[in-house]
């Protein structure tokens, strides 16, 4: 009987259509620096960030149909505690806690059901964050 409620919660949450995220870390300096060069229009990738503290942030990057880059933590302010993040359909960006949608470009945006964006910014083909930035979104996660 607990396989089962276990195996239904795994499927209500996602299961197996949940994000594969990419694990990254910072340099000596606190930076984390991702390639984007080959991330293409309307598309998004879901990162998770963990420091020599065992601070976990899960992060999103999207580049929308413009090829304007965007970056946001995989949570929302309205429901992070239920800890069910985000998820691209097409050239949107889906809540997976109450399904709202927005259009990749309105990531910045931010609050309530959409994702919370952080600062960022670009030196070529290069993502730059810094360290402190992405552990202001710690709270999300912990």
Request: proline letters at 3%; aromatic letters at 10%.
């Amino acid at each position: 009987v607990s396989g089962l409620v276990l195996g239904a919660q795994f499927l209500y949450e996602g299961g197996l259509t949940r994000p594969k995220y990419q694990r990254v870390a910072s340099d000596r300096q606190g930076v984390v620096r991702l390639d984007v060069a080959d991330l293409a229009p309307s598309r998004v990738r879901f990162f998770r960030f963990i420091n020599s503290g065992n601070q976990e942030v899960k992060f999103l990057v999207a580049r929308d149909a413009e090829g304007g880059l965007h970056t946001a933590f995989d949570a929302s302010e309205n429901d992070f505690k239920m800890r069910r993040g985000f998820r691209q359909d097409g050239d949107w960006i889906v809540n997976n806690k109450c399904e709202t949608s927005c259009r990749l470009e309105e990531i910045s945006q931010g609050g309530g059901c959409r994702p919370v964006p952080f600062r960022h910014r670009v030196d070529g083909a290069t993502l730059v964050i810094a360290e402190q930035e992405l552990l202001e979104g710690w709270r999300y996660f912990r």
